[in-house]
């Protein structure tokens, strides 16, 4: 029985995750080798080796209500989209209320983890760390969760780029970019249109003499601000919207979202059109991209091709001269160099975890993989749900299928993988969010049933069904119930207009043409739930009379399943 467990990393992942094991009571001791919590939102005005950094400008490009934790929202006066800064603030105040921050040992770095001589027996782990002063220390944990994250180790690839020794200027990885105060005046190059390289060509943009964006393979740029002004992924990240994903081809979605994109700005016009469909990997997130490639300080290039002391050269031919600095926007390697090289199984480009998270290779389950994930939603959502599934695990509550199926079924998700996305060895795995979420908690026993809402609280129903798909949904019933969450979910978009709510101004009454169309909607696609079960079970409606007189979602659920 797994009691005491190594948490590596503060940051977001490693903060639920020292939640997670408290709640099924565990030891968590959670090592940290920086000063404070916080991981990659912990900003520093100079570069740490080995520690994610962020810009001093950066905003993050998710909405608070759907970044914060599943049972703690975060307040209603911060802005929807944060500084870092307030990003920072949320995670203390959530270690704070918690009580997470005593189990935490900062400045302390994890320099090994070795399955004990007994492992075959125990399960356990022999994890050595070094403080401040040098000092090494042996524990013996009987888990370990690693949560050190994947934005710690740049990617620069100058061997991709003949003559960069010859570059009379400076260049630099994005993870060293601070702010544009060097750039005043000056030609700058940025390679990569990733989010970060976006950013940085967009910021440095206004003070620069002219800059340059070079990509490999275009991108679809998306607004932060969606139809209405509400946030984008409070906008279409809905289970309705997933629902209907799974009802049409992904063609379809393909065409009615590309075509949408170019109603506000022509991707080709743009030189932006990537060479993919819209959904085959994560778009780009800026709403000024645009605005400065019209105004002519951003110009889209495509990939260097060589440099040539301080000019570059692209794969078209054409030529920038004069060039001043270049930043490699290039993403990031990943790597656990504490870990065993035998510790992880590798399938394709990625890290080969069962459900993303456990490796199938092991005698025992007793090493997670937290946060290492990709999709259209915050990762530390992700990470919470990862970590509670992990958790149960560990106590033996969760039984995994053996090595060989998992193995099988690792091998089932990289190819969905591949089918469905575009990946490199530094983008090496995504997964559908709401898919993701669902599955693994319908293992916890988490997963919000649609219909027992339905016939008990329309009013619920309605948001979980048609709103955004935030993390509160997961703390409706089953393990880690939270008696908060049905009020957050009905009170979510009054936390979003909060901050908006600067000026009184009189507010037009809704349509009631609107509201006959959304209520026949959701008449329309409760009935097609409603058959789509029944073709499945005749006896549905029995059961439902049934256990409506008992009022209890686990006995309705037992029926179903």
Same mark, same amino acid.
């Given at each position: 029985?797994?009691?005491?467990?190594?948490?590596?990393?503060?940051?977001?992942?490693?903060?639920?995750?020292?939640?997670?094991?408290?709640?099924?009571?565990?030891?968590?001791?959670?090592?940290?080798?920086?000063?404070?919590?916080?991981?990659?939102?912990?900003?520093?005005?100079?570069?740490?080796?080995?520690?994610? *950094?962020?810009?001093?400008?950066?905003?993050?490009? $998710?909405?608070?209500?759907?970044?914060?934790?599943?049972?703690? !929202?975060?307040?209603?006066?911060?802005? &929807?989209?944060? /500084?870092?800064?307030?990003?920072?603030? +949320?995670?203390?105040?959530?270690?704070?209320?918690?009580?997470?921050?005593?189990?935490?040992?900062?400045?302390?770095?994890?320099?090994?983890?070795?399955?004990?001589?007994?492992?075959?027996?125990?399960?356990?782990?022999?994890?050595?760390?070094? &403080?401040?002063?040098?000092?090494?220390?042996?524990?013996?944990?009987?888990?370990?969760?690693?949560?050190?994250?994947?934005?710690?180790?740049?990617?620069?690839?100058?061997?991709?780029?003949?003559?960069?020794?010859?570059?009379?200027?400076?260049?630099?990885?994005?993870?060293? +970019?601070?702010?544009?105060?060097?750039?005043?005046?000056?030609?700058? $190059?940025?390679?990569?249109? %990733? &989010?970060?390289?976006?950013?940085?060509?967009?910021?440095?943009?206004?003070?620069?003499?002219?800059?340059?964006?070079?990509?490999?393979?275009?991108?679809?740029?998306?607004?932060?601000?969606?139809?209405?002004?509400?946030? =984008?992924?409070?906008?279409? *990240?809905?289970?309705?919207?997933?629902?209907?994903?799974?009802?049409? !081809?992904?063609?379809?979605?393909?065409?009615? %979202?590309? *075509?949408?994109?170019?109603?506000?700005?022509? /991707?080709?016009?743009?030189?932006?059109?990537?060479?993919?469909?819209?959904?085959?990997? =994560?778009?780009?997130?800026?709403?000024?991209?645009?605005?400065?490639?019209?105004?002519?300080?951003?110009?889209?290039?495509?990939?260097?091709?060589?440099?040539? %002391?301080?000019?570059? =050269?692209?794969?078209?031919?054409?030529?920038?001269?004069? $060039?001043?600095?270049?930043? #490699?926007?290039?993403? +990031?390697?990943?790597? #656990?160099?504490?870990?065993?090289?035998?510790?992880?199984?590798?399938?394709?480009?990625?890290?080969?975890?069962?459900?993303?998270?456990?490796?199938?290779?092991?005698?025992?389950?007793?090493?997670?993989?937290?946060?290492?994930?990709?999709?259209?939603?915050?990762? &530390?959502?992700?990470?919470?749900?990862?970590?509670?599934?992990?958790?149960?695990?560990?106590?033996?509550?969760?039984?995994?299928?053996?090595?060989?199926?998992?193995?099988?079924?690792?091998?089932?998700?990289?190819?969905?993988?591949?089918?469905?996305?575009?990946?490199?060895?530094?983008?090496?795995?995504?997964?559908?969010?709401?898919? +993701?979420?669902?599955?693994?908690?319908?293992?916890?026993?988490?997963? !919000?049933?649609? @219909?027992? @809402?339905?016939?008990?609280?329309?009013?619920?129903?309605?948001? =979980?069904?048609?709103?955004?798909?935030?993390?509160?949904?997961?703390? @409706?019933?089953?393990?880690?119930?939270?008696?908060?969450?049905?009020?957050?979910?009905?009170?979510?978009?009054?936390?979003?207009?909060?901050?908006?709510?600067?000026?009184?101004?009189?507010?037009?009454?809704?349509?009631?043409?609107?509201?006959?169309?959304?209520?026949?909607?959701?008449?329309?696609?409760? %009935?097609?739930?409603?058959?789509?079960?029944?073709?499945?079970?005749? *006896?549905?409606?029995?059961?439902?009379?049934?256990?409506?007189?008992?009022?209890?979602?686990?006995?309705?659920?037992?029926?179903?399943?």
């Amino acid at each position: 029985m797994v009691h005491t467990v190594a948490v590596i990393g503060a940051g977001p992942s490693g903060l639920c995750s020292v939640k997670a094991c408290l709640e099924e009571g565990m030891v968590p001791t959670c090592f940290e080798s920086s000063d404070d919590m916080g991981g990659l939102w912990r900003f520093k005005e100079v570069s740490e080796p080995n520690r994610a *950094n962020i810009y001093r400008s950066l905003t993050i490009n $998710v909405s608070k209500e759907m970044i914060c934790y599943s049972d703690f !929202p975060i307040p209603a006066d911060y802005p &929807n989209y944060m /500084h870092h800064s307030k990003i920072l603030e +949320y995670f203390r105040m959530y270690a704070e209320h918690f009580k997470l921050r005593e189990h935490i040992r900062f400045q302390t770095s994890v320099k090994r983890v070795t399955q004990r001589p007994d492992f075959a027996r125990t399960g356990q782990w022999e994890v050595v760390t070094e &403080n401040r002063d040098g000092q090494e220390e042996r524990h013996v944990f009987d888990a370990v969760i690693c949560c050190s994250g994947h934005y710690t180790y740049p990617n620069l690839p100058l061997k991709d780029f003949p003559g960069i020794e010859t570059f009379e200027g400076k260049y630099f990885h994005s993870w060293d +970019y601070k702010g544009p105060e060097d750039m005043h005046g000056k030609r700058v $190059v940025v390679i990569g249109i %990733g &989010n970060s390289g976006s950013d940085i060509a967009v910021e440095t943009s206004k003070i620069a003499d002219q800059v340059y964006l070079s990509t490999r393979r275009g991108a679809w740029v998306i607004r932060q601000v969606a139809d209405d002004g509400l946030p =984008v992924d409070m906008k279409y *990240n809905t289970r309705f919207v997933h629902i209907l994903f799974q009802l049409f !081809p992904m063609a379809f979605f393909n065409w009615f %979202g590309e *075509n949408k994109l170019n109603a506000m700005y022509d /991707h080709t016009m743009y030189a932006l059109k990537p060479k993919h469909r819209l959904f085959s990997q =994560v778009p780009v997130l800026n709403d000024d991209l645009p605005l400065r490639i019209l105004s002519g300080s951003v110009v889209i290039k495509p990939n260097v091709k060589e440099i040539r %002391g301080s000019t570059v =050269v692209f794969d078209d031919g054409t030529t920038v001269e004069k $060039v001043d600095t270049i930043v #490699f926007a290039t993403g +990031y390697n990943y790597d #656990f160099p504490y870990l065993p090289k035998d510790a992880m199984y590798k399938t394709g480009h990625r890290v080969g975890l069962y459900k993303y998270v456990i490796p199938p290779n092991m005698q025992h389950p007793t090493l997670a993989v937290v946060g290492f994930i990709h999709g259209l939603g915050a990762i &530390n959502i992700q990470a919470e749900m990862q970590v509670r599934w992990a958790t149960r695990v560990f106590k033996g509550l969760i039984k995994l299928p053996s090595n060989s199926a998992m193995l099988q079924a690792v091998e089932r998700d990289t190819k969905e993988i591949e089918n469905h996305y575009i990946l490199s060895k530094l983008t090496p795995l995504q997964v559908d969010f709401v898919s +993701y979420m669902d599955d693994l908690a319908g293992e916890i026993g988490s997963r !919000p049933s649609l @219909l027992w @809402l339905f016939f008990t609280d329309y009013q619920l129903f309605k948001k =979980v069904l048609w709103g955004p798909m935030t993390a509160y949904q997961y703390r @409706l019933m089953g393990p880690g119930k939270w008696d908060g969450a049905r009020n957050a979910i009905l009170t979510q978009l009054d936390r979003m207009f909060h901050p908006l709510k600067t000026r009184k101004v009189e507010k037009e009454k809704p349509s009631l043409i609107g509201r006959l169309i959304k209520m026949s909607l959701t008449a329309m696609v409760g %009935g097609a739930g409603i058959y789509c079960i029944h073709l499945q079970n005749p *006896n549905i409606l029995s059961i439902i009379e049934s256990n409506l007189c008992t009022l209890t979602p686990s006995g309705f659920l037992s029926h179903v399943q």
